[in-house]
């Protein structure tokens, strides 16, 4: 299901409302959430908006009900109160509250990574091959059926967390039991060797894609959040590479459902073949985020970004 937006552009802070802007919450990304929620906030209060900082989703239900909000614009990254996975959007479609990015499904499919990619698969669109470990899975029977080099990842968690790089047996079971330390499934998948690249979109635009290179052997959390020494490239292809590229997320983000802004992530192997990984639905706006920085290549600065995030929450049925 796509939704679209049925205003024209806001041009005056007021049309907004009184805004809650949702982070923190109890996710393994509240730290990243509570950064991004800070930036936020700055930047729409510079813009005149009327906006207020929440701590999680029970305290935004709770506030909803006594302070009247207009609107919500939701920064909260994750799942199991992370509000990126489809509960949060639900509870504000209940209570009939607009709030920027994906709705239920488009949130809840992005988050669920194995069902994603089925999804894409049956749309011929590219993703690495993959299996989905429940717990208890025979990890080794399921690693020689993707093959080795592979990753083990938690199938419904962001920001690289849990995520190991596998290149032979004897290193499946710690990487098995750092990504079981959080919940739900795992999921395996085919480790492809080449370039990192991500392709914001906000709206219906495609913004520049993003050449991702760490310092060390990949993007991890390190690398995404607190090292200085991760170069980002962008755009990160030209011509035709280029155009392909921001395609095939924009074809990746609507099979989703998804819709209002985001970020999909993609590898490029040696071959020059594209691979998508996954679909953010409230992505990072940090210092080292990396929509902020797509955008900025684009001609549209930090507080002018979030000013159109914010209007994407004016859809039809809300």
């Given at each position: 299901?796509s939704m679209k937006?049925t205003?024209?552009?806001?041009s005056?802070?007021?049309?907004?409302?009184?805004v809650?802007?949702?982070?923190?919450?109890?996710?393994a990304e509240?730290?990243?959430s509570l950064?991004?929620?800070?930036?936020?906030?700055e930047a729409?209060?510079?813009r005149?908006?009327?906006a207020?900082?929440v701590d999680?989703?029970p305290?935004?239900?709770?506030?909803?009900?006594?302070?009247?909000?207009?609107?919500v614009?939701?920064?909260?990254?994750?799942?199991?109160?992370?509000?990126e996975?489809?509960?949060?959007q639900?509870?504000?479609?209940?209570?009939?509250v607009?709030?920027?990015?994906?709705g239920?499904?488009?949130?809840a499919?992005s988050m669920?990574?194995?069902r994603a990619?089925?999804?894409?698969?049956s749309?011929?669109?590219?993703?690495p091959?993959f299996?989905?470990?429940p717990r208890?899975?025979d990890?080794?029977?399921?690693?020689?059926?993707v093959?080795?080099?592979l990753?083990?990842k938690?199938?419904?968690?962001g920001?690289?967390?849990g995520?190991t790089?596998?290149?032979?047996?004897?290193?499946?079971d710690q990487?098995?039991e750092?990504a079981a330390?959080?919940?739900?499934?795992?999921?395996m998948?085919?480790l492809i060797e080449?370039?990192?690249l991500?392709v914001?979109?906000?709206?219906?635009q495609?913004?520049?894609s993003?050449h991702?290179?760490p310092?060390?052997?990949f993007?991890?959390?390190?690398?995404?959040?607190i090292?200085?020494?991760?170069?980002?490239?962008c755009?990160g292809?030209e011509g035709d590479?280029?155009?392909?590229?921001?395609?095939?997320?924009?074809a990746?983000f609507?099979a989703?459902?998804?819709?209002g802004w985001g970020?999909v992530d993609?590898m490029?192997d040696?071959a020059?073949r594209n691979?998508?990984?996954?679909?953010?639905?409230?992505?990072?706006?940090t210092s080292h985020?990396?929509?902020?920085?797509?955008a900025?290549?684009?001609?549209?600065?930090?507080q002018e970004?979030?000013?159109?995030?914010?209007?994407?929450?004016?859809r039809e049925?809300?």
């Open positions: 299901m937006v205003v024209d552009k806001i005056d802070p007021a049309q907004f409302g009184r809650a802007v949702v982070m923190g919450g109890s996710s509240r730290e990243v950064d991004s929620g800070r930036n936020v906030l729409l209060k510079a005149g908006v009327d207020h900082a999680g989703i305290a935004l239900l709770d506030a909803l009900r006594t302070d009247r909000f207009a609107r614009f939701n920064i909260l990254h994750g799942q199991h109160g992370g509000g996975d489809g509960v949060l639900g509870a504000l479609e209940a209570l009939n607009p709030y920027t990015g994906s239920v499904l488009g949130s499919l669920d990574k194995p990619k089925r999804v894409w698969q749309l011929g669109l590219p993703t091959k299996v989905a470990l208890g899975a990890v080794h029977a399921a690693a020689k059926e093959g080795f080099p990753i083990v938690p199938a419904c968690e920001s690289s967390v995520v790089r596998v290149f032979e047996e004897s290193q499946l990487a098995v750092l330390k959080y919940p739900g499934d795992l999921l998948e085919t080449g370039d990192e991500t914001g979109i906000l709206g219906r495609v913004l520049p993003i991702i290179v310092k060390g052997a993007y991890d959390y390190n690398a995404k959040y090292a200085e020494d991760t170069l980002y490239l755009p292809l590479a280029e155009t392909e590229l921001r395609a095939l997320a924009l990746a609507d989703l459902g998804c819709y970020r993609v490029r040696r020059g691979w998508l990984l996954e679909v953010n639905t409230a992505p990072g706006m985020s990396l929509v902020p920085k797509a900025k290549v684009a001609g549209i600065d930090y970004l979030c000013w159109r995030v914010l209007e994407t929450s004016f049925g809300l």
